[in-house]
Nanobody, 112 residues
Framework: QGQLVESGGGLVQSGGSLRLSCAGS????????IVWFRQAPGKEREGVAC????????VYPGSVKGRFTTSRDNAKNTVYLQMNNLNPEDTAAYYC?????WGQGIQVTVSS
């Protein structure tokens, strides 16, 4: 059974940066699209980045475009989410997803 494990979250000041990692085991991540989601308390879950299988094209919604970047390291079987210029509205639990497999989620808190 495959597994996804996120790491790299934490507390950061507004304007700061964090890099999240999504490490895969049991899946060759480069063969699958990986989607990053976030969910804040009382809000709907929101997709914030997608990296496609093989060619690694990326897609972002307007709320994070230009600030978030997702990438993949095939040698480490890990997908990253680089988040820059963070603001308090980015505070949420962040998850990576491969098909119907989800990571455990990791908290990102941005203080003003």
């Amino acid at each position: 059974q495959g597994q996804l494990v996120e790491s790299g979250g934490g507390l950061v000041q507004s304007g700061g940066s964090l890099r999240l990692s999504c490490a895969g085991s049991g899946f060759p991540l480069d063969y699958y699209a990986i989607v990053w989601f976030r969910q804040a308390p009382g809000k709907e879950r929101e997709g914030v980045a997608c990296i496609t299988a093989l060619d690694g094209n990326t897609v972002y919604p307007g709320s994070v475009k230009g600030r978030f970047t997702t990438s993949r390291d095939n040698a480490k079987n890990t997908v990253y989410l680089q988040m820059n210029n963070l603001n308090p509205e980015d505070t949420a639990a962040y998850y990576c997803r491969l098909n119907n497999h989800w990571g455990q989620g990791i908290q990102v808190t941005v203080s003003s």
